[in-house]
């Protein structure tokens, strides 16, 4: 039997056994109305949703019970990635902090403990967005300058110029530099280091990798350098932040 039979075998036995016994799925208008207020980071409308019944039972997405729920909840977070990303945050940005709490769900041991971060995640995603519409209402961000960002992001491992950027995006070097300091108040070579230092304490706190292989990791093209920008942002030596903000780290982080 082929598989596409298969799976339409097992589609008309779900359908009837669903039927029998009066049982429905859970509400596509709900999960609509969800991913709606995460799109428009709507807090007080994500709250009436969690606190409203589902008006139906989720799928089961595997025999395992606990991997079942597991797997409804990534595939939730699937969808409230893109709805962030409709909402107006960066792709990337939003895919890590999928990937995030996918891990997160993927460790935990019990449903109940997957229910609380499905709750909180629909919160995590919503406040994303409403926190960057709060900030672009302060200042109306230029596309040129989000994109600008989102390079940046990605190439965060890499020695980056405004050169660079500025070609990537088809735009004099200039005018990306004096638009870009213009809307954030900082030049793009300091915005980069800033960016730069901010992941590198991030790496010393969580990760197992030594100085070295940090600095060589964001691109520096010395360990002086890399030590020296470092102190200059946190006024602390790079063994040092280590030493006070170091946590214990997870043998599987790999």
């Given at each position: 039997m082929s598989n596409k039979v298969e799976i339409q075998n097992e589609i008309e036995k779900l359908k009837f056994v669903r039927q029998e016994n009066n049982i429905l799925h859970n509400s596509y208008?709900?999960?609509?109305?969800?991913?709606?207020?995460?799109?428009?980071?709507?807090?007080?409308?994500?709250?009436?949703?969690?606190?409203?019944?589902?008006?139906?039972?989720?799928?089961?997405?595997s025999q395992n019970s606990l991997r079942s729920e597991k797997n409804v909840a990534i595939c939730a977070m699937a969808i409230y990635t893109r709805a962030a990303i409709d909402g107006g945050i960066l792709p990337e940005e939003a895919f890590a902090a999928g990937d995030s709490w996918a891990i997160l769900i993927d460790e935990a041991e019990n449903i109940e403990e997957i229910k609380l971060y499905a709750c909180e995640m629909a919160r995590f995603?919503?406040?994303m967005v409403l926190d960057k519409r709060?900030?672009?209402?302060?200042?109306?961000v230029n596309k040129l300058v989000e994109q600008c960002k989102d390079i940046i992001f990605k190439h965060m491992h890499e020695k980056i110029t405004v050169q660079y950027i500025a070609k990537l995006l088809f735009v004099n070097p200039d005018y990306l530099s004096n638009l870009f300091h213009k809307e954030e108040g900082i030049t793009i070579t300091r915005y980069i280091l800033k960016e730069k230092i901010e992941r590198a304490k991030n790496l010393?706190?969580?990760?197992?990798?030594?100085?070295?292989?940090?600095?060589?990791?964001?691109?520096?093209?010395?360990?002086?350098?890399?030590?020296?920008?470092?102190?200059?942002?946190?006024?602390?030596?790079l063994l040092e932040y280590r030493k006070k903000y170091g946590k214990e780290v997870n043998p599987n982080w790999f």
């Amino acid at each position: 039997m082929s598989n596409k039979v298969e799976i339409q075998n097992e589609i008309e036995k779900l359908k009837f056994v669903r039927q029998e016994n009066n049982i429905l799925h859970n509400s596509y208008w709900r999960e609509k109305r969800e991913l709606e207020c995460i799109r428009s980071g709507n807090l007080e409308g994500i709250e009436n949703c969690i606190k409203e019944p589902f008006g139906g039972k989720p799928g089961r997405l595997s025999q395992n019970s606990l991997r079942s729920e597991k797997n409804v909840a990534i595939c939730a977070m699937a969808i409230y990635t893109r709805a962030a990303i409709d909402g107006g945050i960066l792709p990337e940005e939003a895919f890590a902090a999928g990937d995030s709490w996918a891990i997160l769900i993927d460790e935990a041991e019990n449903i109940e403990e997957i229910k609380l971060y499905a709750c909180e995640m629909a919160r995590f995603f919503t406040k994303m967005v409403l926190d960057k519409r709060l900030i672009t209402e302060v200042s109306t961000v230029n596309k040129l300058v989000e994109q600008c960002k989102d390079i940046i992001f990605k190439h965060m491992h890499e020695k980056i110029t405004v050169q660079y950027i500025a070609k990537l995006l088809f735009v004099n070097p200039d005018y990306l530099s004096n638009l870009f300091h213009k809307e954030e108040g900082i030049t793009i070579t300091r915005y980069i280091l800033k960016e730069k230092i901010e992941r590198a304490k991030n790496l010393l706190m969580y990760s197992p990798y030594d100085c070295k292989s940090i600095g060589n990791y964001l691109g520096f093209s010395t360990q002086s350098h890399f030590g020296r920008v470092f102190k200059e942002y946190t006024k602390l030596t790079l063994l040092e932040y280590r030493k006070k903000y170091g946590k214990e780290v997870n043998p599987n982080w790999f």
